[in-house]
């Protein structure tokens, strides 16, 4: 049994949780989330390399908050989504118990949010390098040659909502897109009208991304969408000094304001 | 009409498909970047695939497409003029190497969209539709043709099925008139048939969609949905990507007084497809919208159109983020207490 | 294309740069022609879903103009909107969408002629871009390619 179904099992049969939502051995040599309510299925759970997707998208789902408490296996993106739901009081973190899993693997017992936040703070929290290579390939483009990408790029994009549907912070029970009074959007899928939806929730995103890359893993056509969302949490890091999800109690990036946010263009 | 066996050799493919693209649309799968298959219209020869064991789209856009206008209107002061689309300037499209898996889903769409009343668009498309499939020589694990009455080789659907040869020429089979026409119009190409052997993968039986179906007649209340559905996000990219799923939104689009009405895909997985003006949504919860997608599949569809509404490719069980594979739930439904 | 003439929007706040705009009038400053005012409360309400329907709907160029830090009638309106334009703009540039069309500023209600500089810089500007014919081709391949056709 792994550590964690070890861990899992311990937490459910001390009742400190009702669920607990990790990975399991998907078909075909996937992996996929799990929800273990009982002790005895505790074995199904286990990490390894392939174990990257953001469960945290879990924690806000009424099905899943219907069981009660909830356990979550945590890597850091996951741990910063939880931080961030915390901060906009989506989760109480009284009704979740975090299995942090550490960059070497190995469990991390965290009482509470407080040494959660700690393991936060000591931890790398650029963009990942591959895609940090990705972006600078981009911004390398000239402007004619980002627009011809991202346009090919959306052109592909179907509106199945993927992307929106697998990020831990997008939670609206009524998305702007949901919205007929204005129809911000185009319901049906065309190029220009993929771009905008892709523009909106990048910028709804702003300050809010924690770079973990599950809504390009999640799109069924393999649209690089993270990479947008993922230049503005570097550029949310740059221009105001923050990373999103360090802390239960952070400000809302894009809610706040210093009085003296630098900005160069502005006439 | 009766089957006509032929024989195509490799040269006289490209011959055939280079006589055809210079002419008509021909809709052929190519390699995209990153080992994926895109369908595309008219690309070259070199860049055609025969290799693919699946694209990531199905081909129904070209009968039911993404995006299809209905009507445009003008708004008056007090009525509006209507202009009716001229289904006569709908081309005809060659499908080239489709597998028997979507050759066979444009039956079923023909039942959901010409079932009591005809759905001029999807008709007059599907007449125009010419279908050169492709057996598979090739599979992988997440098809499943067989457990759905398909088979790797089926020319349900086709109007010329290819079947690679052990020799890598390929056997033609001609099965409708719309094959025919196109054989008497290219008649060098097609050779008599030999007896070389058929080199067709083999697909192995994951479950028996009968009992499946009779199953399901008692399972509507079976916490099965719930534990199955938890992982489910609630993405609209197994029923976009479906060759037999068929739900469509319509929408108006108005610019000043001038717009048009059009219907785009949709899914049922969303939580929006049941959502009432009232603020009710009889499927409330994801489970239900599970339930919904297999039940309408393998149980309201052959109790009414008499048709199942899958044909086995596997592509929501590739494309799904959450790995929701749907020959591994029916396999889970088939073995059910109910 | 030299009797191109930019169709420029400009979103402004309704209490300095729509006031700032009065001012120019009155005072009889000339200005270019092309630009269309739009006026709102506050530039803190803009939603950047207005400034792509501009492009998308034949705008060549936008102007986004509001009160200066620590003058917003609705005291921080302007603060908001300053870190959200950032990163607009820093996503707008990635996406490779030609930010050198829009010109953000601050016009009071007392700089009549700034505004009028304003308009003309990013008029001139824009005039010397030429007309988003790449915006505008995206906008309507759905049109031509997408709808009945794949």
């Not at chain 1, 911000?184 to 899928?189: A, K």
């Not at chain 3, 008029?123 to 871009?129: D, G, K, P, Q, S």
Request: proline content about 3%; aromatic content about 10%.
């Amino acid at each position: 049994m792994s550590n964690v179904a070890t861990k899992a099992k311990e937490l459910l049969e001390s009742k400190a949780v009702q669920v607990v939502i990790g990975y399991e051995n998907g078909t075909n040599g996937v992996v996929r989330p799990a929800f273990i309510t009982t002790p005895a299925n505790a074995t199904k759970l286990i990490y390894d390399e392939r174990c990257v997707q953001n469960l945290a998208v879990y924690l806000t789902k009424h099905e899943v908050k219907h069981f009660g408490k909830m356990g979550i296996v945590a890597t850091l993106p996951v741990m910063r989504s939880i931080m961030m739901l915390i901060s906009e009081q989506q989760v109480l973190p009284d009704n979740i118990v975090v299995i942090g899993i550490a960059d070497d693997g190995n469990i991390l017992d965290f009482a509470d949010m407080k040494i959660m936040q700690a393991h936060i703070g000591k931890s790398n929290l650029e963009n990942p390098s591959k895609d940090q290579e990705k972006l600078a390939e981009l911004n390398k483009m000239s402007l004619e040659e980002r627009f011809k990408f991202w346009e090919n790029e959306f052109s592909k994009c179907i509106k199945c909502y993927a992307c929106r549907q697998s990020c831990p912070m997008c939670y609206c029970t009524r998305c702007f897109t949901d919205c007929n009074q204005p129809q911000w959007l185009p319901v049906q899928s065309n190029t220009h009208g993929n771009m905008e939806w892709h523009i909106l929730r990048a910028m709804h995103l702003a300050g809010r991304c924690i770079s973990c890359g599950e809504c390009g893993r999640a799109c069924p056509v393999n649209i690089p969408c993270h990479l947008l969302t993922m230049q503005l949490a570097a550029q949310t890091f740059n221009y105001f000094n923050v990373h999103a999800g360090i802390s239960e109690d952070m400000k809302s990036v894009m809610s706040t304001f210093e009085p003296n946010d630098k900005e160069s263009f502005i006439i | 009409m009766e089957t006509i066996k032929k024989l195509i050799s490799k040269q006289s493919l490209e011959k055939l498909y280079t006589t055809l693209s210079a002419s008509r649309k021909v809709y052929a799968p190519v390699v995209a970047a990153a080992q994926r298959v895109e369908y595309k219209y008219n690309p070259a020869f070199a860049d055609v695939t025969f290799e693919h064991i699946q694209s990531t789209l199905s081909v129904k856009n070209v009968v039911f497409p993404k995006v299809e206008n209905i009507l445009y209107y003008t708004n008056n002061k007090t009525d509006s003029t209507i202009t009716e689309i001229d289904l006569t300037k709908i081309q005809e499209v060659v499908l080239w190497g489709a597998h028997p898996c979507d050759t066979a889903a444009y039956d079923i769409l023909r039942s959901i969209f010409c079932w009591d009343i005809k759905d001029e668009f999807f008709a007059k498309r599907l007449e125009k539709l010419v279908v050169i499939g492709l057996a598979c020589h090739q599979s992988d694990a997440y098809c499943f043709c067989t457990s759905v009455g398909l088979a790797p080789n089926s020319t349900k659907g086709s109007d010329i099925l290819l079947s690679k040869l052990k020799s890598g020429d390929y056997l033609a089979e001609i099965l409708t008139e719309k094959g025919n026409a196109i054989v008497t119009a290219s008649p060098d190409l097609f050779e008599q048939s030999n007896n070389d052997e058929v080199v067709i993968t083999e697909v192995k039986q994951k479950f028996n969609h009968e009992q499946v179906t009779e199953k399901l007649k008692t399972a509507f209340e079976n916490p099965f949905w719930i534990e199955n559905s938890l992982r489910c996000i609630g993405c609209g990219a197994c029923a976009y990507i479906c060759p037999t799923c068929a739900c469509f939104d319509i929408q108006d689009e108005t610019k000043g007084k001038e717009g048009r009405r059009y219907r785009s895909w949709d899914s049922c997985g969303l939580k929006l497809f049941t959502l009432h003006t009232s603020g009710h949504n009889p499927r409330e919860v994801q489970s239900q919208r599970w339930r919904q997608r297999i039940m309408h599949k393998f149980s309201y569809m052959p109790a009414r159109n008499k048709s199942l509404g899958c044909v086995g490719c596997g592509r929501c069980s590739r494309g799904c983020p959450v790995d929701m594979n749907i020959a591994e739930q029916l396999q889970d439904l088939e073995k059910l207490e109910v | 294309m030299s009797d191109f003439e930019p169709k420029v929007v400009a979103f402004v706040c309704n209490w300095c740069t729509y006031a700032g705009a009065d001012l120019t009038g009155t005072s009889r400053i000339k200005y270019a022609s092309n630009v269309k005012i739009i006026r709102f409360p506050c530039t803190g309400r803009i939603d950047f879903m207005l400034l792509l329907k501009s492009f998308a709907n034949g705008a060549d160029g936008i102007i986004i103009s509001g009160c200066h830090p620590n003058d917003c009638h609705y005291t921080s309106g302007n603060f908001h909107a300053k870190r959200r334009w950032i990163m607009f703009k820093e996503l707008m540039d990635f996406m490779g969408i030609d930010m050198k069309r829009i010109t953000f500023s601050w016009v009071s209600a007392a700089e009549g002629a700034k505004w009028a500089e304003v308009v003309n810089t990013t008029v001139a500007r824009v005039r010397e871009l030429g007309p988003y014919v790449s915006y505008k081709k995206m906008v309507n391949t759905h049109i031509e390619e997408e709808v009945t056709n794949e």
